[in-house]
C-alpha cells in the first residue's frame, strides 16, 4: 500500500512562502498521479493542483493559478508544493493524494485512494 507523509507546514506571514513536501513509500511515485488539496475550518475539501505520473501535465485551482507550483521528483519518491505570495484564505490543512494511472494527465476526482495525514499551513500577520 502506498503511505505519504507531509512535511513543510507552518506559519508565514502573507505575502511569504512555504514549500511543503510529500514522502511516497511503499510503491514508486513513477505511475502514481499525485494531488494537493486542503481544507480549512468550516469549509470542504478543496483540490488545489495535481501533477501526472510522469511529471508532465499539471492543473491548479483558479485561487492558486500563477502562485503556487507543483513538481515531483520520482527518483526520490517525493512531491513538492511550492506555495508562494500565501494569502489569508490560503489558511487550511494540506493533504496530498495519489492514484494509479498510466496517463498523461491528471485530474481532480474521486480516484484518489491514498492520503497523507495533513500538515497545517497559516497564513497570518
Known amino acids: 500500500q502506498l503511505h505519504l507523509v507531509e512535511s513543510g507546514g507552518g506559519l508565514v506571514q502573507p505575502g511569504g512562502s512555504l514549500r511543503l513536501s510529500c514522502e511516497a513509500s511503499g510503491f514508486p511515485l513513477d505511475y502514481y498521479v499525485i494531488g494537493w488539496f486542503r481544507q480549512a475550518p468550516g469549509k470542504e475539501r478543496e483540490a488545489v493542483s495535481c501533477?501526472?505520473?510522469?511529471?508532465?501535465?499539471?492543473l491548479y485551482s483558479d485561487s492558486v493559478k500563477g502562485r503556487f507550483t507543483i513538481s515531483k521528483d520520482n527518483t526520490k519518491n517525493i512531491s513538492y508544493l511550492q506555495m508562494d505570495n500565501l494569502k489569508g484564505e490560503d489558511t487550511a490543512v494540506y493533504y496530498c493524494?495519489?492514484?494509479?494511472?498510466?496517463?498523461?494527465?491528471?485530474?481532480?476526482?474521486?480516484?484518489?485512494?491514498?492520503w497523507g495525514q495533513g500538515t497545517q499551513v497559516t497564513v497570518s500577520s
Open positions: 493524494a495519489a492514484y494509479w494511472s498510466f496517463l498523461n494527465r491528471c485530474i481532480f476526482g474521486d480516484d484518489y485512494n491514498s
Open positions: 501533477i501526472s505520473a510522469k511529471g508532465g501535465n499539471t
